[in-house]
């Protein structure tokens, strides 16, 4: 028999739920559901979230802020992103600290990040290394099969290498998969993309202390790492972060006298 004491705990769990979403898909349901929104509707959303789950749960215990994290996949909505190994559900709290500190690395910039440099099998068959570019800027950008935010990224990638590739920049979608190559080559395939999906281990993002996808690193002509973006990003802020990396790229004019 269900007593009024077994189902307290359950109502509660259910009013702490329900606040939290109610609050965070209220102003954006469709760049929060997490269900490739853009890529099935055609809809454009927001950079982020307009409200962030910290924002929305400040009104309910930690106990129950644990409870919620550990059976459901907001974190995934909110930050627009996953893991390399699966979206957030079921991530312990441990690794939700460590998602929110990488998150937080969103948008900045950095003078000391030398970017390792990796070789990279292509979809199209072809082998990449990362140095082979030294002395161009690149845009790098870690994906992964299982993320439909990844997913919803390869239209905007298709866009800016049309723009930007010509101008000088060279960017690389990159596949996180310890898999078979042949697994993302059908991937690719079945999407009909215009352009190859390199594919490297987790031992690469490791090296680039990199957990989260997609995850987008502007790396500078002396193989610096300038700056990184984590999550799903419009075109338009790509395009501006582009567009400021070439001017940093510019070749500098040097007078020859006389």
């Not at 929305?56 to 059976?71: F, G, R, W």
């Not at 594919?199 to 790492?225: F, Q």
Request: hydrophobic share 35%.
């Amino acid at each position: 028999m269900i007593t009024n004491k077994m189902l307290w705990p359950v109502l509660g769990l259910l009013i702490a739920m329900t606040a939290i979403f109610s609050c965070v898909y209220a102003d954006n349901p469709d760049c929060c559901n997490g269900s490739s929104s853009q890529a099935q509707t055609g809809k454009k959303c927001d950079e982020d979230c307009t409200k962030t789950v910290d924002e929305c749960s400040q009104s309910i215990s930690a106990s129950d802020q644990a409870k919620v994290m550990k059976t459901m996949s907001y974190y995934c909505s909110a930050y627009q992103a996953c893991s390399v190994d699966r979206d957030l559900r079921g991530a312990t709290a441990a690794e939700l600290e460590e998602y929110k500190k990488e998150k937080a690395l969103d948008g900045k910039t950095f003078t000391d990040r030398i970017a390792p440099d990796f070789r990279a099998a292509g979809s199209d068959g072809s082998v990449v290394s990362l140095s082979a570019f030294r002395g161009k800027p690149v845009a790098l950008v870690f994906l992964a099969v299982h993320c439909n935010h990844s997913k919803d990224t390869l239209p905007i990638l298709s866009e800016l290498k049309k723009e930007y590739e010509p101008q000088g920049i060279v960017i690389l979608p990159v596949y996180v998969h310890d898999g078979a190559v042949e697994d993302i080559k059908q991937f690719a395939d079945s999407l009909k993309l215009d352009f190859p999906l390199l594919v490297v281990g987790k031992e690469i993002s490791k090296a680039y202390k990199n957990r989260m996808v997609p995850t987008t690193l502007l790396i500078d002509s002396s193989g610096h790492i300038v700056r990184q973006f984590v999550g799903f990003k419009k075109q338009s802020v790509l395009a501006s972060a582009f567009a400021q990396l070439l001017q940093t790229n510019e070749p500098k004019q040097t007078s020859t006298g006389r």
